[in-house]
């Protein structure tokens, strides 16, 4: 089974095969979608990759589990280490909800998370009303996730109800029943609980249809709107980088049964020029996650001043490689993954993030 090296080149991953890029697009490994491991394979992981490697995989041999099942779930072990050196892989816990909670000023999110809390637990534990475990309420605590995970950016019920299914978990967008778990339940909850973030996504939208009506600047809890050039609206973000929308404009449109002031750029892709709105959920999201990478970039920086080679991200994980001997450990990179930009000092951030050191990537 052949293995590769992957170094990270910006917005895609590029491949290398004995010392040669073999791809930089879209048609090479994409690390980004790789199959999730099936439950039941992942327990018997380290006994189907020693049957691959000693080509003795064979129908059966895992009850319960099919051969391609097995091989998918084990596909990561694939990319390995170079002789003589190690993986250390970090991975940033919840970081856009953590993000979302310091931007927002959502003190009840950034107490939770100084705390130590499970945000999963403690949501539906309060959405419930009775008290919740990890260990002892799994099914809530997946209910919990999405809700953290899929209300940060204005999803309605409607949506997250599909949301939920791409989770496998089936959840009815409103019932008779009070202590039944439902769409409408979880997303009017989630918006109560954490008021300040439904209040930033209409100060995002309102301060960027003000700046492109008036041509001026307009500062929105730590970035900041610039509509001066009426060709681009622009956002500041924290760490000095923008955000750009192309040729943005203010256009009357019919929604939600009323005549409505909407924001609209030009978006560029494939099939040309699209006209797109701009909410304030949309705009939350892309602030969110703009300043969420340019946390991770720091703590790649900071890892490779402490001596390891970036050589991938997939999301918001960072794979480094080392020499085995090395004194760069787990507990470095994860020191620098979660250490505060002097940038975003003072501005409510709490990381957190774990992993792992092997000699192969794994989920």
Not at 78 to 102: H, N, T, Y
Not at 235 to 245: M, V
Not at 250 to 258: A, H, I, P, S
Request: charged share 25%; aromatic share 10%.
């Amino acid at each position: 089974m052949r293995t590769y090296d992957i170094i990270n080149a910006g917005p895609k991953n590029r491949f290398m095969c004995n010392g040669k890029i073999v791809s930089n697009s879209g048609r090479g490994v994409q690390l980004q979608n790789l199959y999730k491991p099936d439950k039941a394979a992942s327990k018997v992981a380290k006994a189907i990759i020693e049957a691959i490697r000693a080509e003795t995989l064979v129908s059966g041999m895992f009850p319960g589990i099919d051969v391609m099942t097995c091989i998918a779930s084990v596909i990561r072990t694939s990319f390995c280490a170079a002789p003589g050196k190690k993986l250390v892989v970090g991975d940033l816990a919840q970081i856009e909800s953590r993000v979302l909670a310091a931007l927002a000023g959502c003190q009840a999110m950034i107490e939770a998370y100084k705390n130590g809390h499970d945000l999963y637990i403690e949501f539906m534990s309060w959405l419930l009303q009775k008290p919740l475990t990890k260990e002892n309420n799994p099914d809530e605590r997946a209910y919990g996730k999405v809700v953290i995970l899929g209300s940060g950016f204005g999803m309605g019920p409607d949506k997250f109800v599909d949301y939920c299914a791409t989770f496998g978990l089936e959840m009815p967008l409103c019932s008779d029943d009070p202590d039944a778990v439902t769409a409408q339940k979880c997303i009017n909850g989630f918006r109560e609980k954490y008021k300040e973030i439904p209040m930033y996504w209409k100060a995002l939208e309102n301060a960027c249809k003000e700046a492109v009506r008036y041509g001026k600047c307009i500062y929105v809890k730590g970035v900041v709107i610039d509509g001066r050039n009426p060709r681009v609206l622009k956002i500041k973000l924290p760490s000095g980088r923008y955000i750009h929308y192309f040729a943005p404009r203010l256009v009357k449109k019919k929604k939600f049964g009323k005549t409505m002031e909407c924001l609209c750029y030009t978006a560029y892709d494939s099939k040309g020029a699209q006209e797109k709105d701009l909410y304030g959920g949309l705009l939350c999201e892309n602030v969110v996650q703009a300043v969420a990478r340019d946390l991770m970039l720091e703590g790649m920086l900071l890892a490779e001043k402490e001596g390891a080679a970036v050589i991938a991200t997939i999301h918001d994980e960072i794979v480094t490689e080392v020499p085995i001997d090395s004194s760069f450990t787990l507990d470095v990179l994860l020191k620098c993954m979660t250490t505060i930009p002097e940038w975003a000092i003072g501005m409510g951030f709490v990381l957190a993030a774990e992993g792992y050191e092997n000699f192969y990537y794994k989920k």
